[in-house]
């Protein structure tokens, strides 16, 4: 079996995929390694469906969110794949405090040339009769936003990289890597089989603690156990289809999302950042929580109450969180040819494909074409 490789990406994520895929189409003989089954990914990738959006405060994100829209494209072409699905998307908030986040959303839209359309209450109950009248409540549509099919986008990243030069082990866990002094990283998995390369980019996920102590690296990053649960539209369910359903997030007292219906009979919601913290990944419980489904067919009843009729699917997943909510990707010190991503935040689904293509600049040459300065892990 070989075992010299010009890069190795250790993590069968979307984030380790797509780095997969950018180094393996630039030419490099590219081993992906991946501790459970490619099939049945068993972190924060798994499920069908993830949220896409460019509306973000802060530029860097709008950047990574902007060039991945592209990069989604690249990634369809090359696979003959539906990924992305525009939607559109709506933040609705409540409040004057909602009112003032609201317009500070418009004012980077616009000064981005982003189109978009804001309504008040009275606005929003006419143009999306399945929510229920709030008189304070204000929202804002934006059109480059909408759905991803992510069992898609974690297939069509393997089929487009194998294209190229792409080896693939799964069910091989990292247990050792270490620096050869020429250069050289040895990455040994728990079979005790070994793997030399010069380049390695580690996206691990919640198992990113675990990995990165191999080097003495400890980061705040917090695991957090969540759940999401679809609804079957009681009545009026063509309110609920992708055509007349943006992609939406509440940020009230709770912050909810949901999809609209898609992939599956019944839209999928979510309370977002909301779940048990857990000391340790493998305190991880694939049982979904009953309470959690109460609570969201209430929020429902409240809002969207045509869309509260029968629950199915509840699925509990992974978030790994930093405390500032910023994503971490940086080199390890001393090694410039080993980079890492890691504290998702529950948002990197959607612009994966360009925080990929930053690790493989890192590792190759380490100029990246976003300023990534406000990820590193010097802030901590
Ligand atoms: C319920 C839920 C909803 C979300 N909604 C959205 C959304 O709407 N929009 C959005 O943009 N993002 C969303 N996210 C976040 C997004 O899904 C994550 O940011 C993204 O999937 C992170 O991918 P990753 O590759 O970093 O991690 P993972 O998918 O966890 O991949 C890490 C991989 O590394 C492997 N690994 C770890 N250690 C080792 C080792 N030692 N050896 C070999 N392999 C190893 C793991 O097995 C795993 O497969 C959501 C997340 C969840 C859980």
Redesign the pocket.
């Known amino acids: 079996m070989q075992n010299e490789f010009d890069a190795v990406v ?8 797509l780095t997969a895929w950018h180094i393996a189409r630039s030419g490099q003989h590219t081993l992906l ?4 089954s490619l099939d049945r ?7 069908t ?5 460019e509306a973000h405060l802060e530029d860097v994100y709008y950047d990574l969110a902007h060039a991945s829209r592209y990069l989604w494209r690249e990634l369809e072409r090359e696979t003959g794949m539906e990924l992305l699905h525009l939607n559109g998307g709506m933040d609705i908030a409540i409040g004057s405090q909602g009112l003032r986040s609201i317009k500070e959303v418009a004012s980077k839209l616009r000064s981005r040339r982003c189109p978009f359309e804001i309504f008040d209450g009275t606005a929003l109950y006419r143009r999306y009769p399945q929510w229920r009248y709030v008189s304070n409540a204000h929202a804002i549509y934006s059109s480059n936003e909408g759905v ?1 099919r ?1 069992d898609l986008c974690m297939d069509a990243a393997i089929t487009a990289a194998q294209k190229y030069n792409l080896s693939v082990r799964d069910n ?4 050792s890597i270490q620096e050869r002094g020429s250069g050289t990283i040895v990455v040994r ?1 728990s079979s005790g089989q070994e793997y030399h390369t010069r380049k390695l980019v580690i ?6 603690p ?2 990165l102590k191999l080097f003495g690296i400890k980061l705040p990053l917090q695991v957090f156990q ?3 649960v679809y609804f079957a539209p009681r009545r009026n369910s063509e309110l609920f289809t992708l055509k007349n359903c943006p992609v939406w997030e509440w940020e009230g007292p709770q912050f909810v ?1 949901g999809f609209p219906m898609f992939e599956k009979d019944g839209i999928k919601v ?1 309370f977002h950042s909301e779940g048990r913290n857990l000391k340790n990944v493998r305190e991880f419980r694939s049982t979904p929580n009953a309470n959690l489904v109460r609570r969201l067919r209430a929020f429902l009843e409240k809002h969207l109450p045509d869309a509260a009729g029968e629950d199915f699917g509840a ?1 509990t ?4 969180c930093t405390p500032d909510d910023e994503f971490v990707v940086d080199t390890i010190p001393g090694l410039p040819q080993v980079a890492y ?2 504290g ?9 494909p360009a925080i990929s293509k930053t690790l493989k600049e890192l590792v190759f040459g380490g100029k990246t074409d976003i300023n990534i300065s406000r990820f590193s892990s010097k802030r901590f």
């Open positions: 250790i993590g069968g994520g979307i984030i380790g995929r390694l991946e501790q459970h990914p068993e972190g924060s990738s798994r499920g469906s993830r949220m896409f959006g991803l992510a091989s866990r990292v247990t998995l996206a691990a996920g919640p198992w990113a675990g990995i969540v759940q999401t999302y979510s699925t997943c992974l978030y790994t991503f890691a998702c935040n529950g948002f990197a689904f959607h612009c994966a």
